[in-house]
């Protein structure tokens, strides 16, 4: 029996949502997650790194100012990627940054739409990915994420605005998977 989208994106979010506050916490750099999930019957890939890539259009950004950052999925499988889902979330530097530096951003726009665009996560405010799929074998498929760092916002050395992201694929008509971390490129928030 297939899988509905829904059916689909519940099984691919509800790990995070048990997972929650220490997902929240893992850096960057943080390296995929090992454990295969229980409820699929198909089969992880074993030693393959999530095949995402991101860049961010600025290295530095002063109060005021925007950076956005592109998140490319590129299909290394012989057969094409037929499901998806990816958050964006603030990595925990960044979080401790907001928390006790003062740094100020928000999301503006997913795609160059406003943030009430699809592509919005409302869940703990991560963005989520909505990729054209199904993905060809060797093709790649992109987003873009636009945030603002407001004008009153810290800055300095070691301000940043970093991410991580999950992401979670399906392949072969679904009877393989694979997930995991992967560090999204930010911004240094420097004084002008």
């Known amino acids: 029996m297939r899988l509905t989208f829904l059916k689909r994106a519940v099984r691919a979010v509800l790990p995070l949502l048990l997972a929650g506050p220490l997902l929240a916490a893992v850096p960057a750099h943080a390296a995929p997650v090992q454990a295969a999930p229980t409820h699929r019957a198909a089969a992880r890939t074993a030693s393959l790194p999530v095949p995402v890539t991101s860049v961010s259009d600025r290295a530095t950004t002063p109060p005021g100012g925007s950076f956005t950052v592109t998140v490319t999925l590129t299909n290394p499988?012989?057969?094409?990627?037929?499901?998806?889902?990816q958050t964006v979330q603030q990595s925990y530097d960044t979080?401790?940054?907001?928390?006790?530096q003062g740094l100020k951003y928000a999301a503006t726009a997913c795609n160059g739409s406003p943030v009430t665009s699809p592509c919005g996560n409302p869940q703990s405010g991560a963005w989520g990915a909505l990729?054209?799929?199904?993905?060809?074998?060797?093709?790649?498929t992109s987003?873009?994420?636009t945030y603002a760092v407001a004008p009153d916002s810290a800055?300095?050395?070691g301000l940043n605005v970093d991410f991580y992201s999950y992401v979670y694929y399906e392949?072969?008509?679904g009877a393989a998977f694979n997930d995991g971390l992967a560090g999204?490129?930010?911004?240094?928030?420097?004084?002008p």
């Not at 499988?77 to 889902?85: E, G, L, M, S, Y």
């Not at 979080?95 to 006790?100: I, M």
């Open 143 to 145: 987003f873009t994420l």
């Open 171 to 173: 392949y072969q008509d």
């Open 155 to 157: 800055c300095g050395d």
């Open 95 to 100: 979080f401790t940054d907001v928390s006790y």
């Open 131 to 140: 990729y054209a799929l199904p993905l060809a074998p060797g093709a790649s």
């Open 184 to 191: 999204v490129a930010g911004t240094q928030v420097r004084c």
């Open 77 to 85: 499988h012989d057969t094409p990627i037929r499901f998806a889902f």
